[in-house]
């Protein structure tokens, strides 16, 4: 079943429920699919690695938002963003741990031949896909200038 049914599937659950919070998340998941269908004219039942990275970029929102209502002093609308954020990480696959990201990105320097921060694009191209969805992609891309400088 795809990810796509999947949500759909939640939202159906969500309803019979009465969970508004989880419906509404789930609605805003919705909406930004059939945004992103119109605006390009394509279908993204079949594009699986483009759901992940629509989930993972409102997950990356929500994180942000949650830092600026905290700085900010407004801890309840960061509740509001975390209680949004549980429920688009239900849809997201496992998180990587630290050493899986590590053994990633270590072994795409490796097969790219990088040698220095000018070879950064070659190996964030090999680690971005295998990586979607399953860790943030700014912490990766600190660790592989970390190996690489």
Do not use: C, H, W
């Not at 309803?15 to 998340?25: F, P, Q, S, V």
């Not at 970029?57 to 963003?81: F, G």
């Amino acid at each position: 079943m795809s990810l796509k049914t999947t949500i759909k599937d939640a939202m159906k659950e969500a309803m019979r429920a009465k969970d508004k919070a989880r419906l509404g998340t789930i609605r805003l998941i919705q909406a930004e699919f059939k945004r992103i269908e119109v605006d390009e004219r394509i279908d993204l039942a079949d594009d699986e690695p483009r759901i992940l990275a629509i989930l993972d970029k409102m997950a990356k929102q929500r994180r942000d938002s949650i830092n600026q209502y905290n700085e900010a002093s407004r801890p309840e609308l960061a509740e509001i963003e975390q209680e949004e954020l549980v429920v688009i990480q239900s849809f997201l696959p496992q998180q990587l741990t630290a050493e899986e990201i590590a053994a990633i990105v270590s072994a795409a320097i490796t097969e790219s031949g990088a040698s220095g921060m000018q070879d950064m694009g070659k190996v964030m191209a090999l680690v971005k896909p295998q990586v979607q969805g399953r860790a943030d992609v700014g912490d990766i891309s600190k660790q592989v200038k970390a190996k690489l400088a």
